[in-house]
């Protein structure tokens, strides 16, 4: 198996922003003050002081993060996500391949306790909350499918829980992919990848910024 980088690496940069390509395994951010795993905000801490993420990505999941550097850069961002007006793509392997070659999966996602589905509890208090996936595939294999994936929406696990729904989980997903779907040794990680961000800055400059596959996803792809 390919060692995992666990430091993140640098895409771009300015008096505003970072953007980095955060590896598969590293957290965001710790769970609570006596979680001492290596994460994003610790490597901020030490190396951009005062900096902090203006999106997530799960631990399992590598690519490109934005951070701002300053309160006021932030909340323009922020903002920016919740009106949907940053584009982001990911690259997601999945099991099968998809009956249609482009999709839209809209499907609210029901949150009960630290778990979210696409079905509400049978007891107890949910939260509803919107939820858009779009897909296209790029690529078919034998067992698998590498699909471009377009979230219109940015929920907590939203493309891993849309993928599973329409059959075809994101391969060695360890919470949403059926116990039957093994996770092949070779790859070893969630082959979830965030590829892209399109954006507007704050000084008004339309860029997009992408962070390379990880050699980890490269490697596997090509022995299939």
């Given at each position: 198996m390919?060692?995992?980088?666990?430091?993140?690496?640098?895409?771009?940069?300015?008096?505003?922003?970072?953007?980095?390509?955060?590896?598969?395994?590293?957290?965001?951010?710790?769970?609570?003050?006596?979680d001492k795993r290596p994460s994003v905000a610790?490597?901020?801490?030490?190396?951009?002081?005062?900096?902090?993420?203006?999106?997530?990505?799960?631990?399992?999941?590598?690519?490109?993060?934005?951070?701002?550097k300053n309160p006021e850069v932030l909340e323009y961002y922020k903002k920016l996500f919740h009106d949907r007006k940053i584009q982001?793509?990911?690259?997601?392997?999945v099991h099968g391949h998809p009956k249609n070659e482009y999709g839209t999966i809209a499907a609210p996602l029901f949150k009960f306790g630290t778990r979210q589905s696409i079905r509400p509890a049978r007891k107890g208090n949910?939260?509803?909350?919107?939820?858009?996936?779009?897909?296209?595939?790029?690529?078919?294999?034998?067992?698998?499918?590498?699909?471009?994936?377009?979230?219109?929406?940015?929920?907590?696990?939203?493309?891993?829980?849309h993928l599973r729904s329409i059959g075809h989980?994101?391969?060695?997903?360890?919470?949403?992919?059926?116990?039957?779907?093994?996770?092949?040794?070779?790859?070893?990680?969630?082959?979830l990848h965030a590829q892209k961000l399109s954006f507007v800055t704050k000084n008004g400059q339309a860029i997009t910024l992408e962070a390379d596959m990880p050699p980890e996803l490269e490697k596997f792809l090509k022995t299939l």
């Open positions: 390919t060692r995992i980088i666990m430091t993140p690496q640098i895409v771009y940069e300015d008096s505003d922003i970072l953007v980095i390509n955060k590896p598969s395994g590293l957290l965001t951010h710790p769970r609570n003050e006596n610790g490597w901020l801490m030490e190396h951009y002081p005062g900096a902090t993420w203006a999106h997530r990505l799960d631990k399992d999941t590598s690519g490109i993060l934005l951070i701002a982001k793509t990911y690259l997601a392997l949910t939260l509803e909350r919107a939820a858009v996936t779009e897909y296209s595939v790029l690529k078919k294999y034998k067992e698998y499918a590498l699909l471009e994936v377009r979230p219109k929406t940015g929920r907590t696990h939203q493309i891993r829980i989980p994101v391969v060695c997903d360890p919470i949403y992919a059926e116990k039957s779907r093994s996770c092949p040794p070779t790859l070893g990680r969630l082959f």
